[in-house]
Structures are given as C-alpha cells and as structure tokens.
C-alpha cells in the first residue's frame, strides 16, 4: 500500500483545513486508517483513526470535537477535516493503514504517507 497525503497548508488560528490521503491498490477498505502528527522536537502523537467502514472513528483528546476523520472507500481515499484549529496543531501530519488494529499505537500501522505540514499561526 503506498499512501499520498495532502492539503495542509498555513492557516490562521481558528480557521480550517481539510487533509486527504490517497492510498494506492484494491484493498483500500480492508485498513484501519489513521492520523498522526508530529511537531517539531515532540514524538510523533496519534490524531485520529477510522475503522474499516468508518462508522467507529476514535481521536486524540486534543482535537476531539474539532477534527473529524472520514473515508469514501470507493476512492480509496480518507480525509482529516481539522476546524478550529490552534498554533498547537502545527505539525507534519502523516497518514497510516494498519491491517489488524483500531489502534493509537503508530507501532500497529504497517505503511505510512509522506507526511504534510500544517502551519496555526496565531
């Protein structure tokens, strides 16, 4: 599975951003699809992550309410809507596919996207 993220960008505090990660193959519904971030000089957290279908989504406590994860499995592709956004979010925000597990643990996803900066400037 290759995955290619996109859609970040600078934004200022408050406003919204959209990410979308496309995965390449067939077998796109078969992951657990997630989100993390990593700022510079911190470890890289876990965001958000889907399950196969996207009804059970499961976030980080720091954007819950504000960021929403979503996919459309017939375009291979899952999404991280991000509103309300604070200098605090600004990070690398990379997507994940994990085959087994509906996780927070990055140590459970098996392939990951190139990553893409977001930038909250206040």
């Known amino acids: 599975v290759q995955l290619q993220a996109s859609g970040g960008g600078l934004v200022q505090a408050g406003g919204s951003l959209r990410l979308s990660c496309e995965a390449s193959?067939?077998?796109?519904?078969?992951?657990?699809m997630g989100w993390f971030r990593q700022a510079p000089g911190k470890e890289r957290e876990f965001v958000a992550v889907?399950?196969?279908?996207?009804?059970?989504?499961l976030y980080a406590d720091s954007v819950k309410g504000r960021f929403a994860i979503s996919r459309d499995n017939a375009k291979n592709t899952v999404y991280l809507q991000m509103n309300s956004l604070k200098p605090e979010d600004t990070a690398v925000y990379y997507c994940a596919s994990s085959q087994a597990s509906f996780s927070r643990n990055d140590r459970n996803y098996e392939y990951w996207g190139q990553g893409t900066q977001v930038t909250v400037s206040s």
């Open positions: 193959g067939r077998t796109f519904s078969s992951y657990f």
């Open positions: 889907s399950s196969r279908s996207g009804v059970n989504t």
